[in-house]
């Protein structure tokens, strides 16, 4: 009785094919890894994120403590996404006294409102350069849709800065006091540098 060496062998296989099979098949149904999108990432050294109020003696602060996310579902630009939320009691300026008006109840209010938030559910493109980010931007409790307007600067491939600012109407958020005037802005310019992924297909604009 003659005994076949490559039994076992042929066993293995067979044994192994619906595995294989499958994770063939996993690998042809399941969506674009995320490195095969492009990936940013917002360098805090080189950006800043600041609070500007329109007045008869207009009051300027930065924020020290932010964190802003820049991602994107495909090549396409459009297909961006953008958080940012800030820590209001980080707010400086180079005056003490105007510190304290800023983080005082009648501005940012930062004792009972310690985040200021953008979250992005569209982005559309308005030049060659130049987006408008529409979202909802939350101050001092109140939430409100917004659009940042946004232009980028490249400096190189993969590396640019964006400059965007969200303008609001203080009334619109609660803030009263005999020194303010109607406008405000939150005022964005951050460097994004790509880490990984394939280029971003910009389109060309008229």
Avoid at 99 to 117: F, G, T
Wanted: glycine fraction near 4%; hydrophobic fraction near 40%; include cysteine.
């Amino acid at each position: 009785m003659s005994v076949d060496k490559n039994a076992p062998r042929i066993e293995t296989l067979v044994m192994r094919l619906p595995v294989i099979c499958f994770v063939v098949a996993s690998a042809l149904l399941c969506p674009p890894s995320r490195a095969q999108v492009p990936v940013f990432q917002v360098t805090p050294i080189q950006s800043s994120v600041r609070f500007n109020m329109q007045s008869s003696r207009p009051l300027t602060g930065n924020f020290d403590k932010w964190n802003a996310t820049l991602t994107f579902a495909s090549r396409d630009p459009t297909s961006a996404s953008f958080q940012v939320e800030i820590r209001t009691a980080s707010v400086h300026s180079r005056n003490s006294k105007n510190d304290d008006e800023l983080k005082s109840r009648d501005l940012l209010n930062v004792a009972q409102c310690p985040v200021i938030s953008f979250n992005s559910n569209k982005v559309v493109q308005v030049g060659k350069s130049a987006y408008d980010i529409v979202g909802t931007f939350t101050m001092r409790g109140v939430s409100k849709p917004a659009t940042l307007n946004l232009v980028v600067a490249e400096q190189r491939v993969g590396s640019a800065y964006v400059q965007g600012v969200v303008p609001f109407e203080l009334k619109d958020y609660a803030m009263t006091g005999s020194k303010i005037d109607e406008h405000g802005e939150v005022d964005f310019n951050l460097k994004a540098d790509q880490v990984s992924g394939p280029e971003l297909l910009r389109k060309k604009f008229p």
